[in-house]
């Protein structure tokens, strides 16, 4: 069955770095815009990045640009995040989507804890 895994989630200090990998399987992310979303307790969920699926363009959330980067592995099947310079206000859970017209998955999250 169609399936999307994040991971990568883990507790981390302010000023630290993650790096989420989401790995997609019974089908191929080629033709697929990728994304990574994320959802803080009490808030809704937000747009964090978008690759195209020829993975030339590249969207970030203003309160990431700079210290986020999506890529894309095709091969591999798996899209990533690296996260740098963390901040406490990016905890939350980290979700990854594949749209492809009315085709939209979504993985189960992993979550990230910005803390001291």
């Known amino acids: 069955q169609v399936q999307l895994v994040e991971s990568g989630g883990n507790l981390v200090q302010p000023g630290g770095s993650l790096r989420l990998s989401c790995v997609a399987s019974?089908?191929?992310?080629?033709?697929?815009?990728m994304s990574w979303y994320r959802q803080a307790p009490g808030k809704k969920r937000e747009l964090v990045a978008t690759i195209t699926s020829a993975g030339g363009t590249t969207n970030y959330a203003d309160d990431v640009k700079g210290r986020f980067t999506i890529s894309r592995d095709n091969a591999k099947n798996t899209v990533y995040l690296q996260m740098n310079s963390l901040k406490p206000e990016d905890t939350a859970v980290y979700y990854c989507?594949?749209?492809?017209?009315?085709?939209?998955?979504w993985g189960q999250g992993t979550q990230v804890t910005v803390s001291s």
């Open positions: 989507n594949a749209l492809r017209f009315r085709y939209d998955f």
């Open positions: 019974a089908f191929t992310i080629s033709s697929y815009t």
